[in-house]
């Protein structure tokens, strides 16, 4: 695959030296990553389509198509192991880290870009099936799991975030190659959104967009910014006001005086172990990023050590406890408060 030869001065430094290092001297080009396939894959799915329009893409901090230019920003960690490494290090998860997820996301982004291309959004068919595109972005939403009027593509009720995010997942699914949203989606109020998105391509199959810009937007290039204050301010972004918690909940799940082993293992090294795996599980039964559990576990890890608790359990058992005791303080304090919709 194109660029897997490729070899940076930077892939054998630690993490903090790399952390150090700025965006711009990574001196990464798409072409020269395993993304060039995929993006390629993606157009060859629009050409199926008798889609003529071609997003352009380039390297970011993040995700995102911008407003007015149609093109996809694609997250500079996935150009290269060592980034994606750690960026799992950093934030317990690598979003399009999986080819699967990837193409996912790539779907989802060139809906957006399309509908900025053809200016999709001010059709009346458009604002008809998902609503004003220029209402406001919440910061947080409070998904309806249950509901059958959005199409399920991305993790956490995506769709229902937004109209225009549930325009570009309706997109998504309905470009998938091999996709039955006909059939799968039969019974449900989503295929009416369906079946406007394939109106709408069908409207511009072998047309000529009218907004052709080629800007790139934020491009890793031209980015001064370290990792390290990256990292920082992502970290920030996801922060969270950590509940007080209850001495005796965890006093249930650890002891203060273990009884079936002589050795004594510390419930602060026990939680500090085993932080990546109850974060991947935890965030996916909550629908919280693993960040966000991430320092729910560091507070219970301060708390066990200033109470001087252990571990006197079988470690599985007391890896499930834990983990239901997690999903038990996020859903009553974190989910109430981060997947609101503010009025």
Known sequence: MAGREKKYPWEKLSDDALLDTRFCDLNLRLENTPLAERTQRLNCELERRKIVFRPHFWLSEEWFSPDGVPGVAIPFYLAHPRLSKLEYQQMFEVEGGTERWCMQLLRHETGHAIDTAYRLHRRKVWRKSFGAFTRRYPKYYTPRPQSRSYVLHLDWWYTQSHPAEDYAETFAVWLKPGSKWRKDYAEWPALRKLQAVDAM???????????????????LSKNTKTLRQHYAEKRRHYG????????????????????????????????????????????????EPPYMIEQLIQEMVRRCREMKLYVDAPERQVMLDVAVLITVLTVNYLHKAHHKVPV
């Open 240 to 287: 969270i006001q950590v509940p007080a918690f209850y001495d005796g909940d965890l006093q249930r799940v650890f002891c203060r005086n273990p009884t079936r082993s002589k050795k004594r293992r510390s419930a602060a090294a026990f939680l500090r172990r085993s932080t990546p795996e109850l974060c991947q599980l935890c965030a996916h039964g909550t629908g």
């Open 201 to 219: 391509m069908t409207s511009i199959a072998g047309t000529t967009a009218p907004v052709r810009s080629r800007r790139q937007v934020d491009p």
